[in-house]
């Protein structure tokens, strides 16, 4: 599966938010939207008008970079998100957060949710005890997630920087025993990321 390996700030400059992906960095004034919060490229200011479709487009392509995901993968999590009773955009944002690698994430337990993944998928993490290699697994509620080999420097670090990026409510964290428990599922008023979910429905319902 083809994955972007280009500079990462420029992904956020061209969404204009931080999405968070150079971990630490993100924090400090060497972070790119910081120094130049401005799309990449040349002729910017001569750039046309953004139109509807447009608008769509970015917001839609905001959330896809933002969890690390191609364009097949966000895709079925969006017909997945049609098919869950409620509603459509509610349901994507719950079930992307509820991913095992955003949980990793969330839980401090990685500097960024490309990281997490990696911990994944190297087989570092356990669910309820049980290995887990899917980044896509879908955690539920009373879910123990914990890392295998607690002398992982890249976990630790992570985990000295977890209080300033904050812990969600919906979570439980065990720092000294590198573990964390899902207490919750998150609904939309825990998803604090500025998204307009709604413009990500009408880009698929044109």
Known sequence: MSRYTGPVCKI????GMKLFEKGEKCYTEKCG???RNYPPGVHVETRRKVTEYGIRLREKQKVKRMYGLSEN???RWFAMAEKAKGVTGTNLLVFLERRLDNMVYRLGLAVSRKEARQLVSHT????NGKTVDIPSYLVKEGDEIAIRHKNLPS???ALESVVRRGLPSWL???KEAMMGRVKLLPTREDISIPIK????VEYYSR
Do not use: A, G, P, S
């Open 12 to 15: 956020c400059r061209r969404e």
């Open 172 to 174: 439980e964290l065990e």
């Open 197 to 200: 979910e709604q413009l990500i």
């Open 124 to 127: 570092h993490v356990t669910v």
């Open 33 to 35: 939207v910081e120094k």
């Open 155 to 157: 976990v630790k670090d």
């Open 73 to 75: 993968q966000f895709k």
